[in-house]
């Protein structure tokens, strides 16, 4: 499963372990693009499934504080309990303390060695549109970061006590979805996406991707731009072993030329940079809702002369509000 970072101040950081509570900001009433701007924060809420483990960088400090773990579902609730009276956190977790709350934070220069010899890869403080409130990283660098943390930190089994627990909500974040059509199909590229990681959460699709064992999502890359999804396969005899993964792109409605060069750019930079060359452990797939005549052409003919596959799936919604995909026949 994967981990997931908090990105906040000292005083927000407080209130968090306090109340056993995280949240994700919510656009400025004044904001032009308030609702896709939700739907990209609503998105990478709706990544965490309950037993993630939740770390907190601070930002003054530039500590990264450990470690807490998702209970429940993610909800929506406009209660103020942070300090920021300006802006409301409405996207929301709770969580509880675990046996590795840390008294000593990791410091950001102790996070960048690991970066800098390949133990962290998807460390992601910023991207290429601005600052993160929260990202994820894999259950692989979060074993990497357990160890640096236990190297300066006495082990115990002492868990620290959520003061003030905040109440059990109703899981109604997914009702907050921008969505078009009679309310069925998502407005945005980030509402399709909080749809997709509710279906991985879920652990749907496995029929159609295979028995994935762990998912990634807005993955940075030296490229300028960040892979939509990522998911891995574990040796089912060794589940700490990665056998492959599986790199998803996903546009809202066409797949277009410049979307499959987009995608073919990703695979290549990932098998020289992350599996050594090795191109049997690198698969493809693109989920849209139409893919243009020529885009299918060329999987067509790549298919035939260099014997690699582009999985295309066309999305739907049912009308109970979950995720579907076919796949196209190429």
């Known amino acids: 499963m994967p981990a997931h970072v908090f990105v906040l101040n000292e005083s927000n950081y407080r209130v968090c372990i306090h109340r056993g509570i995280v ?6 009433h004044d904001s032009k693009n308030k609702l896709a701007t939700n739907d990209a924060l609503l998105s990478r809420m709706a990544i965490v499934r309950e037993g ?3 770390l907190f960088y ?3 400090e530039k500590e990264l504080h450990g470690v807490w773990k998702a209970v429940g579902e993610p909800f929506y609730d406009d209660i ?3 300090d920021n009276e300006d802006k409301l956190y409405p996207f929301r977790f709770r969580i509880e303390s675990t046996e590795f709350c840390f008294d000593k934070p990791l410091r950001l220069n102790d996070v ?3 970066i800098n010899s390949g133990k962290i890869w998807s460390w992601s403080l910023s991207r290429a549109s601005g600052t993160n409130a929260m990202f994820s990283i894999s259950n692989f660098e979060f074993d990497t970061l357990l160890q640096e943390y236990i190297k300066i930190n006495p082990f ?10 905040y109440p059990v909500k109703s899981a109604n974040l997914f009702e907050q979805v921008s969505r078009v059509n009679d309310g069925k199909l998502p407005r945005y590229e980030a509402s399709l996406m909080s749809l997709l990681h509710k279906a991985f959460v879920d652990g749907d699709f496995q029929d159609i991707f295979g028995n994935y064992t762990d998912y990634l999502s807005y993955i940075p890359t030296t490229l300028g731009t960040e892979i939509d999804s990522l998911l891995f396969f574990s040796n089912p005899r060794d589940v700490r072993q990665i056998t492959s993964y599986d790199i998803v792109e996903v546009k809202l409605d066409r797949f277009k030329r410049d979307s499959l060069q987009q995608i073919i750019n990703y695979e290549s930079w990932f098998t020289h940079k992350k599996v050594h060359g090795d191109i049997n452990m690198v698969r493809v797939s693109a989920i ?18 260099e014997g690699k596959e582009i999985k295309l799936f066309q999305y739907d919604v ?13």
């Open 23 to 28: 949240g994700l900001p919510e656009a400025a």
């Open 52 to 54: 993630d483990y939740i």
């Open 58 to 60: 601070i930002t003054g």
């Open 80 to 82: 103020r309990v942070w």
């Open 112 to 114: 960048y060695d690991l």
């Open 156 to 165: 115990t089994i002492n868990r620290k006590i959520i003061m003030e627990p």
């Open 288 to 305: 849209a809702k139409r893919f243009d005549p020529d885009v299918i052409d060329y999987v067509q003919k790549r298919k035939v002369i």
């Open 318 to 330: 049912s009308d109970n509000g979950k995720l579907t995909l076919k796949k196209i026949k190429v």
